[in-house]
Each structure stands twice: as structure tokens, then as C-alpha cells.
């Protein structure tokens, strides 16, 4: 979105309303629009004012950054349990040697219950 107002700058250089003083650049404090620039005439409250007002900055499209937001976090999510998951498989590793060890030694001392058994 191009503005022809864009080029103003400065807080004085606004184009000048109907009113003859220029309209500043300022920032929305609605919550609607909150941050959101725009230039307005300072005298958009006196009667039978002009009030000049223009939007600088595009509309907010609050359901992308919504939605971009919950990607993000989504994203953190997915590496966070990725993280696990690894953590996970390598735990799994050592425990299943481990148990291999054991299996290996319940075998031995059943073999040797078995010998003692027989004699
Ligand atoms: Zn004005």
C-alpha cells in the first residue's frame, strides 16, 4: 500500500488541513489500531473542524499475526519435544543393554539352579 503522504517526516511537515495547519504524524492509542500512524489535524475536536486524517500504516491484520504467532510457538514446541524425543531414544539405548547384561546373568544363574537341581 503507497501513501502520497508518506514522504512527511517530520511532525510539523504534515500537508496542511483545510484549517491551515498542518497535520502531524501521529500514533493511534485505540485499541483497534493501537500503534498504528497516521496523520490528523490537532484540531479535529474544535466545531465545524476539517479535521484532516490520513492512515499511514496499512491495517494490522490481526488474524496473520495471530496466526503467525501460534506458528511460531508451534515451531518452539516441535523443537522442544524433538529434543526429547532424541533424549529419549538415547536413554532407550543404554537401557536396553543394560537389560541385555541382566538377561544375560538371570540366564547364568538359572543354568546354575538347573546344575545345582540335577546333582
Ligand atoms: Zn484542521
Redo the contacts with the bound molecule.
Keep these: 500500500m503507497s501513501s502520497s503522504f508518506t514522504h512527511f517526516n517530520s511532525i510539523n511537515e504534515g500537508p496542511p ?3 491551515g ?1 498542518p ?1 502531524p504524524i501521529r500514533t493511534s492509542k485505540t485499541e483497534a489500531n493501537w500503534g498504528r500512524r497516521f496523520l490528523g ?1 490537532i ?2 475536536k474544535l466545531p465545524n ?4 486524517f490520513y492512515w499511514i500504516d496499512p491495517e494490522r491484520d490481526t488474524e496473520k499475526e495471530m496466526l503467525d504467532a501460534n506458528n511460531k510457538d508451534m515451531r518452539r514446541q516441535i523443537s522442544v519435544l524433538t529434543k526429547k524425543v532424541e533424549e529419549i531414544i538415547r536413554e532407550n539405548k543404554v537401557l536396553r543393554k543394560k537389560n541385555e547384561k541382566l538377561t544375560k546373568k538371570l540366564q547364568e544363574a538359572e543354568a546354575q539352579v538347573f546344575d545345582y537341581k540335577m546333582k
Design positions: 488541513c483545510k484549517c495547519i497535520a489535524c484540531n479535529y473542524a476539517y479535521g484532516f
